[in-house]
């Protein structure tokens, strides 16, 4: 089946500081990759939604300086905290779709939690 | 490792009918399960969250139920309208990251 992958699984960085989230499809080429994140205690949130090849379309309240994103290619996007402080800590989640005349998937990664200190 | 599954696959109903999607998991040791809402080619929307400790949670036509020791779920959609035609997922959250089911498609037919 279908794999996504998210390296790194955990990272504490110290406030301040930028940290890159990356994210691949192993074995599937993905137009669309989503980022997602999630709160203690609270529900899954869409961040943003990119495709390759353009830039990224982010949802309401999700500033874009501050979460870049990155979809070089069909298997690979990367999510890049600037300047990350500790309200930045969070779990992250991609997923990449693949699908074609109404019909898509969504497969997603593992996550990565990020403590900011 | 947990496993989270969705019954049934899809389903396809009228207008104005009351209708129930479940979802089942195997490791009751989970701290919420979350109900998603995905529209073709887009990224999922939150619908409802459940606490290990609560049973249900309500927003507008949606009332979703948790009965953890049993390890199922339901989503239950009132009065459905063709808006509601989308692909439905839960996910469960424990000591291991989420874990997403299939997803429910559903069709709803005016």
């Known amino acids: 089946g279908a794999v996504v992958s998210q390296h790194p699984s955990r990272v504490i960085c110290k406030s301040g500081t930028s940290v890159k989230i990356e994210c691949r499809s192993l074995?599937?080429?993905?137009?669309?990759m989503f980022w997602y994140r999630q709160f203690p205690k609270k529900s899954l949130m869409l961040m943003a939604t990119?495709?390759?090849?353009?830039?990224?379309?982010?949802e309401q309240g999700v500033e874009k300086d501050k979460f870049l994103i990155n979809h070089a290619s069909l298997t690979l996007s990367t999510l890049t905290v600037t300047s990350a402080h500790p309200e930045d800590s969070s779990f992250y989640i991609c997923?990449?779709?693949?699908?074609?005349?109404?019909?898509?998937?969504?497969?997603f990664g593992p996550g990565t939690r990020l403590t900011v200190t | 490792k947990q496993e989270v599954t969705q019954i049934p696959a899809a389903l396809s109903v009228p207008e104005g009918e009351n209708l129930v999607l479940n979802c089942s998991f195997t490791?009751?040791?989970?701290?919420?399960l979350q109900w998603f809402r995905q529209d073709p080619g887009k990224g999922l929307t939150s619908l409802l969250l459940?606490?290990?400790?609560?049973r249900e949670q309500t927003s507008g036509r949606l009332n979703a139920s948790l009965d953890k020791s049993s390890g199922r779920s339901t989503l239950y959609i009132a009065a459905s309208q063709p808006g509601d035609s989308a692909t439905y997922l839960c996910?469960?959250?424990?000591?291991?990251?989420?874990?997403f089911g299939k997803g429910t498609r559903l069709s709803v037919i005016a």
């Open positions: 997923s990449a779709m693949t699908g074609y005349g109404g019909f898509y998937e969504q497969y």
């Open positions: 990119s495709n390759e090849g353009s830039k990224a379309t982010y």
């Open positions: 996910a469960v959250e424990g000591n291991t990251p989420l874990v």
């Open positions: 074995d599937f080429q993905a137009t669309t």
């Open positions: 459940i606490q290990s400790s609560q």
């Open positions: 490791d009751s040791a989970i701290y919420n």
